[in-house]
């Protein structure tokens, strides 16, 4: 028998909502174990060359002063195997090698911050620097590119009735998430503890376990709540085995957090890109072939390379697809995943080229691509499990009043203002991950659930908390969800929109055990009221079984578990992805409309109001849902207008590694935004809930968006982001 949804689909409060607003959670620079000290690290001040020498003399100097370890006296490291990503990963002062701009080359510690920061500034180190290679658009590109193709592209662009040749650039973005990056290391009988700032409490433990060579059981890591990460708080970066490696040398729980401005080149950041495209299309405007040729930067030992392809090769019907990206090393520190990893920057030129095809043709930007629609995923052949995107145009055009665009552009003014609308599609995969819950039922009737997963602020612990209460058939104030440590079972981490999809089955599957297990006691139990009756008839709401058939023959879980001499009722929920081939192309979809207004003479670029419409599978928690989807629109706003990590390429240093220069969305940039979910989309082939994931499908789409709107506002097509008042004087 199915079970009520009373809590899944409702607008409810975030359960650690009162905790976080009055402060009362700790995030992981909060917590002070007994004997803490603090660890400040020294940058390199270039980006290139080797060190020569570095004096600490002055800085050990100082009072409170407890060490200060460099290449020089760092303990030897064992060799790491198989790094992730790709290359030889950047050790904690290992060698005498700089090879980007801030690179931790020595680190401080004292008993108090405002000592070790001022012994930082002391020590002096000298260099034998070489010039750096940091511009992306004059830097050499790897030999090995990633490569796709089907068809004859090249023949089909030649035949083109239309032909389209364009180049696009993204600059560099950073995620400046509110809480900097930090840990607190402490050692124990050769046992390590850290409370870290992470996305993957487990994936942690084994990263640091190879830094150290330890076994991973040996490895305790605590990460209850995280205060935004967007994706570079997923990998284990170099700040934090300093962390440990200091608390180690002087046996003492040591703290570290990175500044603000050490963000900028010590966590990674979302790739700038030169990405070419060109379309070919018949006279009706069916594609015949796009052939991508993207560069993105990396560093110079790793390689850090994103799906940036995958919507070019399967968003729209085309037979034709030539694809090349290559990635381009640069004496920098490696990129890593920032919202809507790859698939947001492959959308940028994918839909501008769109839009751009469509003024072309005359069409309407909507109907170009109602017309390339696909019947199958063309880049594998494999049927959707849904695919809604026709449902989220017709949608969104019809809430955001798309008949009122006027397809000439500079055509609407608003005083000194042009007005414009643009729209974009956007995908992004369903990702899935093995992953388990405990669940356990306690004799008073509340429920404890733990899984190793991760919350960078979304609110993993409510959603959670709705599967388990339906699903056990208590109210949401009889269940409690714990998550963050990697002493609890193990779980997918928070990335890659999987967390819902992964945990939340685990946690349905513990559930569904667990209230099985109680109804097959009570049906057994000759002391019950339900003893005899069907399993298939018995359902729990409000902590109480009964037959549907006679909803009086009924008792409470604590009456159950209190006849039958229990303290608790327990299982373990588990799911993961099924083994084989895939049988389905596995995707979420999203359409974002956006109008613009921009100053005629002044070259100002504001959005008024945006709407995103999504077919993301069932929604477990529509509040959530919307802070997901208001918070990529923002976020995309940010990077389609403003962000731009600026370095100078004379020395590698980046010039606006601060809030004030590094320009993100305030209050007075918001325009009226609003989000549309797609109803009855639940998605059964992706998972047992028939959820997609949502956190990255909300950001794929929006810059495109906004651009192809200022485009409509004003004729100018600007095939750069950020788009500048500069650019459009």
Same mark, same amino acid.
């Given at each position: 028998?199915?079970?009520?949804?009373?809590?899944?689909?409702?607008?409810?409060?975030?359960?650690?909502?009162?905790?976080?607003?009055?402060?009362?959670?700790?995030?992981?620079?909060?917590?002070?174990?007994?004997?803490?000290?603090?660890?400040?690290?020294?940058?390199?001040?270039?980006?290139?060359?080797?060190?020569?020498?570095?004096?600490?003399?002055?800085?050990?100097?100082?009072?409170?002063?407890?060490?200060?370890?460099?290449?020089?006296?760092?303990?030897?490291?064992?060799?790491?195997?198989?790094?992730?990503?790709?290359?030889?990963?950047?050790?904690?002062?290992?060698?005498?090698?700089?090879?980007?701009?801030?690179?931790?080359?020595?680190?401080?510690?004292?008993?108090?911050?405002?000592?070790?920061?001022?012994?930082?500034?002391?020590?002096?180190?000298?260099?034998?620097?070489?010039?750096?290679?940091?511009?992306?658009?004059?830097?050499?590109?790897?030999?090995?590119?990633?490569?796709?193709?089907?068809?004859?592209?090249?023949?089909?662009?030649?035949?083109?009735?239309?032909?389209?040749?364009?180049?696009?650039?993204?600059?560099?973005?950073?995620?400046?998430?509110?809480?900097?990056?930090?840990?607190?290391?402490?050692?124990? !009988?050769?046992?390590?503890?850290?409370?870290?700032?992470?996305?993957?409490?487990?994936?942690?433990?084994?990263?640091?376990?190879?830094?150290?060579?330890?076994?991973?059981?040996?490895?305790?890591?605590? !990460?209850?709540?995280?205060?935004?990460?967007?994706? %570079?708080?997923?990998?284990?970066?170099?700040?934090?085995?300093?962390?440990?490696?200091?608390?180690?040398?002087?046996?003492?729980?040591?703290?570290?957090?990175?500044?603000?401005?050490?963000?900028?080149?010590?966590?990674?950041?979302?790739?700038?890109?030169?990405?070419?495209?060109?379309?070919?299309?018949?006279?009706?405007?069916?594609?015949?072939?796009?052939?991508?040729?993207?560069?993105?930067?990396?560093?110079?030992?790793?390689?850090?390379?994103?799906?940036?392809?995958?919507?070019?090769?399967?968003?729209?019907?085309?037979? %034709?697809?030539?694809?090349?990206?290559?990635?381009?090393?640069?004496?920098?520190?490696?990129?890593?995943?920032?919202?809507?990893?790859?698939?947001?920057?492959?959308?940028?030129?994918?839909?501008?080229?769109?839009?751009?095809?469509?003024?072309?043709?005359?069409?309407?930007?909507?109907?170009?691509?109602?017309? %390339?629609?696909?019947?199958?995923?063309?880049?594998?052949?494999?049927?959707?499990?849904?695919?809604?995107?026709?449902?989220?145009?017709?949608?969104?055009?019809?809430?955001?009043?798309?008949?009122?665009?006027?397809?000439?552009?500079? &055509?609407?003014?608003?005083?000194?203002?042009?007005?414009?609308?643009?729209?974009?599609?956007?995908?992004?995969?369903?990702?899935?991950?093995?992953?388990?819950?405990?669940?356990?039922?306690?004799?008073?009737?509340?429920?404890?659930?733990?899984?190793?997963?991760?919350?960078?602020?979304?609110? /993993?612990? /409510?959603?959670?908390?709705?599967?388990?209460?339906?699903?056990?058939?208590?109210?949401?104030?009889?269940?409690?969800?714990?998550?963050?440590?990697?002493?609890?079972?193990?779980?997918?981490?928070?990335?890659?929109?999987?967390?819902?999809?992964?945990?939340?089955?685990?946690?349905?599957?513990?559930?569904?055990?667990?209230?099985?297990?109680?109804?097959?006691?009570?049906?057994?139990?000759?002391?019950?009221?339900?003893?005899?009756?069907?399993?298939?008839?018995?359902?729990?709401?409000?902590?109480?079984?009964?037959?549907?058939?006679?909803?009086?023959?009924?008792?409470?879980?604590?009456?159950?578990?209190?006849?039958?001499?229990?303290?608790?009722?327990?299982?373990?929920? &588990?799911?993961?992805?099924?083994?084989?081939?895939?049988?389905?192309?596995?995707?979420?979809?999203?359409?974002?409309?956006?109008?613009?207004?921009?100053?005629?003479?002044?070259?100002?670029?504001?959005?008024?109001?945006?709407?995103?419409?999504?077919?993301?599978?069932?929604?477990?928690?529509?509040?959530?849902?919307?802070?997901?989807?208001?918070?990529?629109?923002?976020?995309?706003?940010?990077?389609?207008?403003?962000?731009?990590?600026?370095?100078?390429?004379?020395?590698?240093?980046?010039?606006?590694?601060?809030?004030?220069?590094?320009?993100?969305?305030?209050?007075?940039?918001?325009?009226?935004?609003?989000?549309?979910?797609?109803?009855?989309?639940?998605?059964?082939?992706?998972?047992?809930?028939?959820?997609?994931?949502?956190?990255?499908?909300?950001?794929?789409?929006?810059?495109?968006?906004?651009?192809?709107?200022?485009?409509?506002?004003?004729?100018?097509?600007?095939?750069?982001?950020?788009?500048?008042?500069?650019?459009?004087?």
């Amino acid at each position: 028998m199915s079970q009520p949804q009373a809590a899944v689909g409702a607008a409810v409060a975030r359960v650690d909502a009162r905790l976080r607003v009055t402060g009362r959670v700790k995030y992981a620079g909060d917590n002070n174990p007994d004997g803490v000290v603090h660890a400040v690290i020294v940058d390199s001040r270039i980006s290139k060359g080797r060190i020569t020498g570095v004096d600490a003399t002055a800085a050990l100097a100082q009072t409170g002063v407890l060490t200060v370890i460099s290449h020089l006296n760092a303990p030897v490291l064992p060799p790491v195997q198989g790094g992730f990503p790709p290359g030889e990963p950047l050790r904690a002062f290992q060698d005498d090698q700089v090879r980007f701009f801030g690179q931790p080359v020595a680190v401080v510690a004292a008993t108090t911050l405002e000592v070790a920061q001022h012994a930082a500034s002391l020590v002096e180190v000298a260099y034998d620097s070489q010039p750096p290679s940091t511009d992306l658009s004059t830097a050499t590109p790897a030999a090995d590119p990633e490569t796709y193709a089907r068809g004859d592209a090249d023949q089909a662009l030649d035949s083109a009735d239309v032909k389209l040749d364009l180049t696009y650039r993204m600059a560099r973005q950073h995620h400046n998430a509110m809480e900097p990056a930090g840990i607190v290391a402490r050692w124990d !009988s050769g046992k390590l503890t850290l409370w870290e700032k992470t996305q993957a409490v487990q994936f942690t433990g084994f990263s640091m376990a190879a830094e150290f060579g330890m076994n991973p059981a040996d490895i305790h890591v605590i !990460s209850p709540v995280v205060g935004g990460a967007f994706g %570079n708080a997923f990998r284990t970066w170099v700040h934090s085995v300093i962390a440990a490696m200091v608390a180690r040398e002087v046996g003492r729980p040591v703290k570290l957090v990175l500044t603000r401005k050490q963000l900028y080149f010590g966590v990674g950041y979302r790739p700038a890109y030169v990405y070419g495209l060109s379309l070919g299309s018949d006279s009706r405007g069916r594609l015949s072939a796009a052939v991508h040729d993207a560069d993105s930067e990396t560093s110079s030992y790793e390689t850090h390379l994103e799906d940036t392809l995958v919507p070019g090769r399967m968003l729209y019907s085309t037979p %034709n697809v030539q694809q090349t990206h290559r990635t381009v090393p640069l004496d920098v520190n490696t990129p890593t995943w920032m919202r809507g990893p790859g698939y947001s920057s492959g959308a940028y030129p994918l839909e501008s080229a769109m839009d751009e095809l469509a003024h072309e043709l005359g069409l309407d930007p909507i109907e170009l691509r109602l017309r %390339n629609e696909p019947d199958d995923d063309q880049s594998n052949g494999l049927p959707f499990s849904t695919r809604r995107l026709r449902e989220c145009y017709s949608t969104g055009a019809r809430e955001f009043g798309w008949e009122r665009r006027d397809p000439r552009p500079g &055509s609407v003014r608003d005083g000194d203002w042009l007005v414009g609308m643009g729209m974009a599609a956007g995908v992004y995969d369903t990702q899935r991950s093995a992953s388990q819950a405990s669940v356990v039922l306690n004799a008073d009737g509340t429920a404890l659930l733990r899984s190793g997963t991760s919350d960078m602020g979304p609110g /993993t612990a /409510t959603s959670m908390t709705q599967v388990a209460a339906d699903a056990l058939g208590l109210t949401m104030r009889r269940v409690t969800f714990q998550l963050g440590d990697s002493t609890m079972p193990p779980a997918a981490g928070h990335f890659g929109s999987q967390t819902m999809a992964s945990v939340g089955s685990a946690v349905q599957d513990g559930c569904d055990k667990l209230r099985d297990q109680a109804i097959g006691l009570a049906v057994k139990d000759e002391g019950s009221p339900l003893h005899g009756v069907d399993t298939a008839d018995v359902v729990v709401r409000g902590g109480r079984l009964y037959a549907k058939s006679d909803p009086t023959r009924g008792e409470t879980y604590q009456r159950l578990l209190a006849r039958n001499n229990l303290d608790r009722l327990e299982t373990l929920g &588990s799911w993961a992805p099924p083994d084989g081939p895939a049988r389905y192309s596995l995707y979420a979809y999203a359409a974002t409309f956006a109008e613009v207004a921009v100053h005629s003479r002044l070259g100002l670029v504001r959005a008024r109001r945006m709407l995103g419409v999504y077919d993301a599978g069932r929604i477990i928690s529509p509040a959530l849902a919307d802070s997901q989807a208001l918070g990529a629109m923002i976020g995309g706003l940010g990077a389609a207008l403003l962000e731009h990590t600026v370095t100078d390429h004379r020395d590698g240093r980046i010039v606006n590694a601060n809030l004030a220069d590094y320009l993100v969305p305030s209050h007075a940039d918001i325009p009226d935004i609003r989000a549309v979910y797609l109803t009855g989309g639940n998605d059964g082939e992706a998972d047992p809930i028939g959820v997609k994931g949502l956190a990255e499908i909300v950001a794929v789409g929006v810059t495109p968006a906004i651009a192809n709107a200022v485009f409509n506002a004003t004729g100018r097509r600007i095939r750069e982001l950020p788009i500048t008042p500069e650019m459009l004087l």
